[in-house]
């Protein structure tokens, strides 16, 4: 069989099959022809004396040509090169083009032959297969979605022989080309000083630590497209990859978002190439973000070089002689005294110091804390001290760091011993106390009006600046000062440390009461103010006045709320502020002073609790990714959708407050990034106000839980709960009026809960539509999603509720073994207690059956029996619960709430459980001080944590019938456990303690679910089993793991080679499990014993086996035989 060289179209230079080190590069003309071996044996003496005539005139003309082109080569190319006369090379360029071609006998396979390379391609794999692979190939089940029909055996080695004899594809192209089709396109990483290319980050190391060694990875690296022929290299072959040019891969336009999208994208992408072009109005002061209106930064700044500001705040170089040593000494003063003295302080000493965030992952003096977040720290001290010392040395141009009497005199020695060079650590911690203890006294003040007129606060403010004198993002600031937060607290520490030698314990104490004080209610510099403002907490709001002050009572018998003992009533009236707070930002900041009558009256018929004839319709079984009330037809809201829109662009409404968009000459409306970004930023901050007072408010099982889930799965900004909601926020099920559980009413409360729900309803049909519309037309137009109730934006970046569910969907499988999106969320708790056999149709247990009419009486009133009931709806109306059902349920909501970080635990009095605050009369209960500020923990609980785990691993098998069920319009009792008709073994909470138990680790949980299959398999010992696991999936734990159950009894342990056994041996030595080994030399050690453990060469001894049958059935003996690595 002949095959053509030139018909496939492709140059020479570009294509070469495999050559050995040495081997002529052979030469084809045009009119030549590939041969196969025996045709080529057949040709005879005189085709051989042609040859070497035809390879003897190809030298001669290579060495002509190298004279005349001179020393030019490159290199990339002659890897390729072929030979040939040049003038074919260029004859045959222009219509060059590699094709799939079919094959009358490999194509039924399922392969097409990539021409010219003459391989074959898998259409499903997209990857080249060998020839010797390729029968085995294509009866591999499992990866090829089409029939593959095999070919005469006679037909496919005569078609193979072919492939065969061409060899290994060799493709080198020296720049970026057209991917070739049929393969793969993958991502890569290329290498600038070679062109080396790798999908794996790894060996690019390898390769530079090999091949480029000294120069920087990142700076000579970047990412690219590459293709490859085969999957796997040969073994000992070459794994050559080629860069080939990105794919425009825009999917077809099918709505009108999309289409918008698939329109602008090219423009947006030459837009953000070439930088916006945008034609400013003028700024004002709400154009800018919230935290920079409300905090006056700006205004402090005044006319000061914010660059230089930013260069004055930096930590010292070399150049800087005399600053220089202060990095080594403020380091020393804070890391040492972190991690070697606050380890040895009195725990109640401690217990005061923990951050605002949280106890686990943020409080700073425990060994868990990162050195590098202490060294951070420590360094932002260092550049506070290094901006006084700087003003002292220099003053900084239209910019004051005011220093109170005190701190002048703890400065004066400082700068004094940095400048001659003597030793300063002695000098550091008086003056870093003054620094945030003192500010300037009563005579200064009223002589300087300037917002933040003390030292610490404008050295806080100039650390937050960005090298360009801009401001920084709000969660950078974030970050930035829970790290002067840090350095503060360990500096009150530290003065406690040491006035506590040589005192007696009590005298010790009452320093701590008075240093507590200083750093809280007594601290008078408005660092704390900053601090409340930039993490945008909804807290309780006194009278307008401001955020109250939380505190604990003696003994911590009570809370405080500024002095006051809190009691349910405060209670009550702080959650109406919060409120206030809401609405008053939502209609000042995101409305900007624009009301909307007709909607309004709309939502006043559907919430009003008198007025049965309107309300919210909203059909809760609707899973689909676009459904939200917000479209459902009869609620009308859509002709409201871009009624903000529209009124924003009215020339009429053109204010301080509305200014966001500036005409070109022909008409063009350019948008105003500042501007726009402010309404992104108060929308942001209006969110968190309003997950916040949700929360506070809304203590219910479905939607309060997924109100949770998305404020903590925010990944983008680091800071958890900037996002805007959707319509799973608003609380539509329990708590509003509306069609619910096929009753024609529900019941609505008139206070907080309803004047939350109306703002959140106002919100989401009015300004959301605004966040859609700006999304395109100012961030990342790619990211924009088609469901448009399924938008979010932060920081101007939009994130779909695909990314959303997918971060849910992580959260879920990292802390309970699998993972569910936001659908699966409405039907988490109903599937826990349908798991443990509630018929949710009736909500039984059921006391009475409650008239409507009477329930929402006492909503509205607040009787006191609302506190102790909790009300269901069923077919027949509304039903109160009995307490047993109603504690029961409550403590399945409180406990997901804790397990997401939402509950706190700390200072719990004994028998105290967490949120019994909500039904006391009198006055609330210790843990109700961070649950009323409502600071969002994104902090686990670790008790709480592993408790939901157990309940979680106990249901998982019947967690689909659950789901199911639930959304059945007759829901259907769930599937016991016991009862359980899936394949799958039901794991026991109990195998999870013995897993932790032997790990020590109290938070551990299964790797996989067939993990805990198989401890729950080895515990019941009814059957034999095969356990097959991918390696690292826990085989070896779980053969160990049985021993922390059982009280009596052994387990045969088999290892089948050395290094096992002695790894074994470490194991159970590091983990304290009762062991021996075979054979046994004291009887009375393997009655002790749990784990015997055996090589498996005993097997083939008689000895060994009646010892072993001796011991089988014998109370306290043998329970069960393990064959590690069983192969």
């Not at 085969?230 to 794919?247: I, N, P, Q, Y």
């Amino acid at each position: 069989m002949r095959i053509q060289a030139k018909r496939c179209g492709i140059p020479r230079d570009l294509l070469t099959r495999v050559r050995k080190p040495g081997e002529e590069v052979p030469d084809y003309s045009s009119d030549e022809v590939v041969s196969s071996d025996e045709e080529e044996q057949g040709e005879g003496e005189e085709e051989a004396q042609r040859s070497q005539e035809q390879a003897q005139q190809n030298e001669d003309d290579e060495d002509r040509r190298s004279d005349e082109e001179g020393d030019r080569q490159d290199d990339d190319a002659m890897d390729i090169e072929l030979g040939g006369e040049r003038e074919e090379r260029d004859s045959v360029a222009g219509d060059t083009q590699p094709i799939l071609e079919k094959h009358n006998v490999f194509s039924v396979m399922g392969f097409h032959v990539l021409q010219p390379f003459q391989v074959l391609v898998c259409l499903d794999c997209q990857y080249a297969v060998r020839p010797g692979l390729a029968l085995s190939h294509a009866r591999t089940r499992g990866v090829h979605r089409r029939k593959r029909r095999l070919p005469d055996t006679g037909e496919f080695a005569e078609a193979i022989s072919v492939l065969r004899d061409a060899g290994e594809p060799y493709y080198k192209p020296p720049r970026p080309v057209k991917p070739l089709p049929g393969l793969k396109i993958r991502d890569g990483l290329i290498c600038e000083k070679c062109r080396y290319i790798t999908g794996n980050e790894t060996y690019m190391r390898g390769h530079f630590t090999a091949m480029h060694k000294g120069f920087d990875l990142r700076s000579n690296t970047r990412s690219c497209k590459m293709q490859r022929f085969f999957e796997k290299a040969e073994k000992k072959g070459e794994d050559r990859h080629w860069e080939v040019l990105e794919v425009d891969d825009t999917p077809v336009a099918t709505t009108a978002v999309s289409k918008y999208i698939q329109e602008n994208r090219r423009e947006a992408a030459e837009k953000r190439k070439n930088g916006p072009v945008v034609v400013r109005g003028p700024e004002t002061d709400r154009d800018l973000n919230y935290f920079l209106y409300k905090t006056r930064y700006l205004q402090v700044v005044g006319k000061a070089d914010t660059q230089f500001l930013y260069s004055k705040a930096q930590i010292p170089k070399e150049d800087e002689p005399w600053l220089f040593p202060l990095v080594a000494s403020v380091r020393e003063y804070v890391v040492d005294f972190a991690f070697d003295h606050l380890e040895n302080m009195h725990l109640s000493t401690r217990r005061w110091l923990n951050t605002q965030k949280g106890e686990l992952n943020n409080e700073p003096f425990k060994r868990r804390q990162e050195k590098s977040s202490v060294i951070a720290a420590a360094d932002l001290l260092c550049r506070v001290i290094c901006i006084v010392m700087r003003s002292l040395h220099d003053e900084i141009p239209e910019f004051e760091i005011p220093l109170t009497t005190r701190q002048d005199v703890t400065s004066g020695d400082f700068f004094e011993a940095l400048e001659k060079g003597e030793e300063h650590a002695e000098y550091i911690h008086p003056f870093v106390l003054s620094l945030f203890t003192s500010t300037p006294g009563e005579e200064e003040e009223e002589g300087n009006s300037e917002p933040l007129y003390c030292a610490v606060s404008r050295c806080i403010l100039m650390t937050t600046l960005a090298e360009d004198g801009r401001f920084n993002r709000p969660n950078y600031i974030s970050t930035t000062l829970t790290g002067h937060q840090y350095w503060m607290r360990l500096a009150a520490a530290y003065e406690i440390n040491a006035q506590a030698r040589g005192r007696e314990h009590r005298e010790l104490m009452v320093y701590e009461e008075e240093f507590k004080y200083y750093l809280t209610d007594g601290m008078p510099t408005p660092f704390s103010t900053n601090c409340v403002y930039i993490r945008l907490v909804a807290g309780i709001v006194m009278g307008g006045m401001g955020f109250g002050t939380i505190g604990w009572g003696p003994k911590n018998e009570y809370v405080t709320l500024d002095g006051e003992v809190l009691r349910i009533s405060a209670y009550k009236t702080g959650v109406c502020d919060i409120v206030d707070v809401i609405e008053k930002f939502f209609y000042e900041r995101v409305l900007r002073g624009i009301r909307f009558k007709e909607l309004e009256d709309v939502l006043n018929q559907m919430l009003d609790p008198t007025d049965l004839d309107h309300y919210l319709k909203d059909n809760p079984r609707n899973m689909s990714m676009g459904y939200s009330f917000l479209f459902e037809k009869e609620n009308g809201f859509q002709k409201f959708e871009f009624a903000l829109l529209e009124a924003f662009m009215n020339p009429q409404n053109r204010s301080e407050d509305i200014d966001f968009f500036t005409l070109n000459a022909d008409g063009t409306v350019l948008w105003k990034h500042d501007a726009v970004l402010s309404w992104f930023t108060d929308d942001a901050h209006f969110n968190k106000l309003l997950a916040s007072g949700i929360h506070l408010n809304v203590p219910g099982v479905s939607r309060g839980t997924e109100i949770s889930n998305i404020l903590l799965t925010n990944t983008l900004g680091g800071d958890r709960g900037l996002h805007v909601i959707n319509g799973l926020l608003t609380i539509l099920v329990t708590y509003v009026k509306q069609q619910s559980m096929g009753h024609p009413i529900g019941f609505v409360t008139k206070h907080a809960c309803h004047r939350l729900t109306y703002i959140t309803v106002y919100w989401l049909v009015i300004a959301r539509s605004l966040a859609r519309h700006w999304a395109p037309e100012m961030f990342n137009e790619e990211e924009v999603e088609t469901y448009t109730s399924h938008v979010f934006v932060l920081y101007g970046r939009v994130i779909t509720s695909q990314q959303l569910s997918r971060s849910i969907h992580d959260l879920t499988a990292a802390h309970v073994g699998f993972g569910f999106g936001i659908a699966q969320h409405r039907q988490f708790l109903t599937a826990v207690l349908m798991s443990e056999g509630y018929d949710l149709s009736k909500l039984a247990p059921m006391d009475e059956q409650a008239d409507p009419k009477d329930v929402i009486h006492e909503m509205n009133n607040h009787s006191k029996n609302v506190g102790q009931r909790l009300y269901g709806g069923s077919l027949d109306g509304f039903s109160k619960i009995l307490a047993i059902a109603a504690a029961r349920q409550e403590d399945t909501s409180r406990a997901h709430h804790e397990w997401l970080g939402l509950g706190d635990r700390r200072g719990l009095q004994p028998g105290q459980t967490a949120y019994s605050f909500l039904f006391g009369e009198t006055q609330v209960a210790t843990t109700a001080a961070k649950y009323i500020i409502g600071e969002m923990q994104a902090v686990h609980e670790k008790s709480t944590k592993a408790a939901v785990t157990e309940a979680m691993v106990d249901f998982a098998p019947s967690m689909q019938h659950a789901l199911v069920a639930s959304l059945l319009e007759t829901r259907e009792r769930a599937v016991s456990s016991e009862g359980s008709s899936s394949p799958l073994i039901v794991v026991h909470s109990r195998r999870l303690l013995a897993l932790r138990g032997v790990l020590g680790d109290p938070t551990a949980t299964w790797k996989c679910v067939e993990q805990g299959q198989m401890a729950q398999l080895m515990f019941r010992r009814k059957e034999h089993g095969l356990v097959i696991l991918p390696t690292g999936g826990g085989k070896s734990v779980g053969a160990t793991m049985m021993s922390q159950e059982e009280k009596s009894g052994f387990t045969l342990l088999c290892a089948p080679f050395r290094s096992l056994y002695e790894d074994y041996k470490l194991r159970l030595h590091k983990s304290g499990i009762p062991w021996t080994k075979y054979p046994i030399r004291d009887p009375d050690r393997l009655a002790s014993s749990r784990i015997v453990l055996v090589m498996v060469e005993w097997f083939k001894n008689s000895k060994f086996i009646s010892w072993m049958q001796g011991w089988a059935g014998v109370e306290g003996g043998l329970r069960r035989v393990i064959i590690d690595e069983a192969w």
